[in-house]
Each structure stands twice: as structure tokens, then as C-alpha cells.
């Protein structure tokens, strides 16, 4: 049954099928398969269901609140003033793509918003101070990763919803891995530049009075944090509600800009609803699929195929990890989740792995995933703003930070409380 199912999800990737209906279709198919009951009456259910938790209403929200701070204007300001911060770091402005993505994601929820709204502002700099291509693109594409684990993010949401974890201290445990694996990125880019200073282009000259001159365009990302999560731990709003507070927010920002006029909401809204409907054809497919695998007993068979293994934890969590570094290059991220994390997680929570550790784990492979060919789609989307040359550019230059991630895996899984300090905390 499962070599069936493997064999089957692979054909339909091969041929390229959009992946909610490789997810739908594979359930339907185990259903014919392997079921005596009509499983395919269930997906009414389920699509009603899935759309109606409320967790999950967060989602268009944060959709939303990256869309209107991309056409806010708030990135160039944002951007602009780092430039004049970091200037004398080896690597530049490639410090300050870092900064920026780290500074985006605490905003966004999206690593695919974060990748395309920096690399937008910062794809003109290349040419312009003589950096290495592969190496700036390559900072844009790892760095717009972080939107996923530097909180708020959709995908610890999802992973909440799947675990019935707590999403506050999902968050919360987000935020040190989060800088700590922005710093190893900078980390990674000084080395090279130091190696080789060619790599580096040339300095941008910044002045203390127009340092302190761009400090008010840092405010907004932390204002719009402040309101996101900053409401759920003081207690005034759930997840989803602080979701909405960012909206709020994030139109303030664009108000105060003068950026708020209709066409730009009627753009927003139309970017919201295309891409929460591909998120949510995922999800409704994905657990469609979660269901028929449960119903056949396809969960159960995994379970006892890999505690018959006698796996002591470590070795486990390195089959897991590779397991998530292999599929990854194939799947979507949302999707990957989706369909692996109801099965794997029960086994690594028995395995005495705490939900919330390994919820920032999962998070980081995804970022990994992002980054791996051939279905990285930050590489495509980093590709898709440069507009000429061969991906095999960003490919190059995402490859050492695909290392960094690994290392830090190795770091977060050797030292857990870096990840659970700050929930235990709020749980005191």
C-alpha cells in the first residue's frame, strides 16, 4: 500500500498536475483501491469543514496584510534605510537583503510575498555596485524563507491546526531560531566576501545624520509586528483576530504613505482571493487525502513499519529529516506539510519529541524546500523578477545557504531550548 501510493503521487507530480489535484486524485484513487465504502462522498465534508475552522480564517488575513505592504510602499523605505545601516559589513547590500527579509517576514506570513516584494526592490542593486549575481540572488531567494518561520506565519498555522498545538507558543518559538538562522545567512555571505572580497561589490557611503534620518522607516514593520503578535500574547486578540489588527495596520501604514486609494485595495483583494483559493484547494485536497489514508489504514501500516525498525530517537529524527530534505525537492511546501505532518508527527511525539520543537523543525525544512530544485519555488520566483539568464544562477547561489539551513537544523535539534525557552515562558 505504500509503494501504491508513492508510485501513484509520482506519476501525477511527473506530469505535472497542480498539486491539489495530485492530492485529490490520490485520494480518490486509494479510495477505489482500497476501500469498500465510498470515501469520495466524504470530500463535501470535508471542503465544508476545512473551510469553516476558524484558525485557518487567518490565512486570507495575512494574505491580505502582505499585499497591501506590497504596494504600500513600506519595502523601498525599509529597505533604503538598512542599505545606509550595514553598508560597511563585506557583502553590503547582501547583508541587507537579509535584514530586510527578516524585517518583511515579522509582517508578512508568506516566504513567497517576502522573496518576491525584497527582490523586487533590491534586484536593480547587482549591476549597479558590481555584486556577485549569484550570491545576491542567492541572499534574496534563502532570505525570503524566513517568512514562514519568523512569526506571524501561515505555515505554523497550519501545522497548529494539523497538531492542535498552540499557536501563540508556535510563534513564540519561532522567533530565536528565526534571527539566529537570519544571522547564520549574513554569517554565511561574510565568509565568501571575506574569501573573496570580489564578491562583495562596493560599498554604498552612508552618513550618521542620514542613518538616523532613515530610522522612522524601520518603525512600520515593528509597529505592524507589535500589532499581530504583540495583541495575542497581551491577551486581547486570538490569532486570527490579530491577523485582522495587521490588516488594520498594514492600511494605516499605506494611509499614512499616501498609497491607499481604491485601485490599490481592488489589486490587493484580487492577489488576496487568488492565492487563498490555491491555498485553500490544497488544504481541502490535502485533507480529503489525510482521511481516505486513515480510513484504508495506510496511517496505522506506517506507524508499525517504523516502530518494527527500532529507530532510537536520533536516528528517527535524521530518517525524518532526510525523508523531508528528499520529498521536499518534489513538493510544494504547503502541500508537503499538509499531507506528511498527520502522519510523522504522532510518531515523533511518542518518540518523546515536544510538538512545538519540532512544529519550528518542520518550518525550517519547508524553508529548505523552498530553495531546492527542481520545485524551489523561491528560485522561480527570484528567476521571475531578474527576467534574463539561466536558473541555474539562483540554483548556485541559494546552494550555500541550503547548507547554512542544514546547520542550523543540527544546532536547533542540539540545543532545543532555543526554540522553547520563550514558550515555556508564556506558559509560566
Wanted: net charge neutral; aromatic share 8%; proline share 6%.
Amino acid at each position: 500500500m505504500i509503494w501504491v501510493t508513492l508510485a501513484i503521487l509520482l506519476f501525477l507530480l511527473a506530469l505535472a498536475i497542480p498539486i491539489a489535484a495530485s492530492l485529490g486524485v490520490l485520494g480518490l484513487a486509494l479510495s477505489e483501491l482500497y476501500s469498500r465504502l465510498p470515501l469520495a462522498l466524504a470530500m463535501g465534508e470535508m471542503a465544508w469543514g476545512t473551510s469553516n475552522n476558524f484558525l485557518l480564517v487567518a490565512i486570507p488575513f495575512f494574505v491580505l496584510l502582505g499585499e497591501v505592504l506590497l504596494r504600500s510602499g513600506m519595502a523601498e523605505r525599509m529597505y533604503a534605510a538598512l542599505v545606509l545601516w550595514v553598508p560597511w559589513l563585506p557583502g553590503g547590500l547582501m547583508h541587507s537583503n537579509i535584514a530586510a527579509c527578516a524585517m518583511f517576514a515579522a509582517t508578512s506570513g508568506s516566504s513567497v510575498a517576502t522573496a518576491a516584494t525584497i527582490g523586487t526592490v533590491a534586484m536593480d542593486e547587482i549591476q549597479k555596485r558590481g555584486y556577485s549575481e549569484r550570491l545576491f540572488l542567492g541572499t534574496i531567494a534563502a532570505g525570503g524563507t524566513l517568512g514562514i518561520l519568523i512569526p506571524p506565519s501561515i505555515n505554523m498555522i497550519v501545522y497548529g491546526v494539523l497538531t492542535e498545538s498552540s499557536i501563540p507558543k508556535l510563534y513564540l518559538a519561532g522567533i530565536v531560531p528565526g534571527i539566529i538562522l537570519a544571522g547564520l545567512f549574513s554569517l554565511t555571505v561574510l565568509v565568501f566576501c571575506l574569501v573573496r572580497p570580489s564578491l562583495g561589490g562596493q560599498q554604498v557611503p552612508a552618513t550618521w545624520p542620514a542613518r538616523m534620518r532613515a530610522l522612522p522607516d524601520l518603525l512600520p514593520p515593528l509597529v505592524i509586528f507589535l500589532a499581530v503578535v504583540g495583541s495575542i500574547y497581551a491577551g486581547w486578540a486570538t490569532a486570527t483576530e490579530s491577523a485582522a489588527l495587521g490588516v488594520i495596520a498594514a492600511l494605516g501604514v499605506a494611509a499614512w504613505h499616501r498609497r491607499l486609494t481604491l485601485r490599490m485595495l481592488l489589486h490587493a483583494f484580487e492577489g488576496t482571493m487568488r492565492t487563498t483559493a490555491m491555498i485553500m484547494a490544497i488544504l481541502i485536497a490535502a485533507y480529503f487525502l489525510n482521511f481516505v489514508i486513515t480510513s484504508i489504514g495506510l496511517t496505522s501500516q506506517i506507524n508499525r513499519y517504523i516502530t518494527a525498525l527500532g529507530l532510537t530517537p536520533v536516528e528517527l529524527l535524521i530518517v525524518v529529516v532526510i525523508f523531508y530534505v528528499i520529498i521536499g525537492m518534489f513538493m510544494e511546501t504547503l502541500s508537503m506539510m499538509v499531507a506528511t505532518v498527520p502522519i510523522i508527527a504522532p510518531i515523533m511525539f511518542n518518540a518523546g519529541f515536544d510538538p512545538v520543537w519540532f512544529g519550528v523543525l518542520v518550518v525550517i525544512l519547508m524553508e529548505l524546500a523552498m530553495i531546492t530544485p527542481p520545485v524551489g519555488i523561491n528560485l522561480y520566483v527570484v528567476q521571475g523578477l531578474r527576467k534574463r539568464g539561466r536558473i541555474d544562477d539562483v540554483i548556485i547561489g541559494a546552494a550555500p545557504f541550503a547548507i547554512t539551513m542544514l546547520v542550523m537544523i543540527v544546532i536547533l535539534s542540539l540545543w532545543p531550548d532555543l526554540a522553547l525557552t520563550l514558550p515555556r515562558a508564556l506558559s509560566n
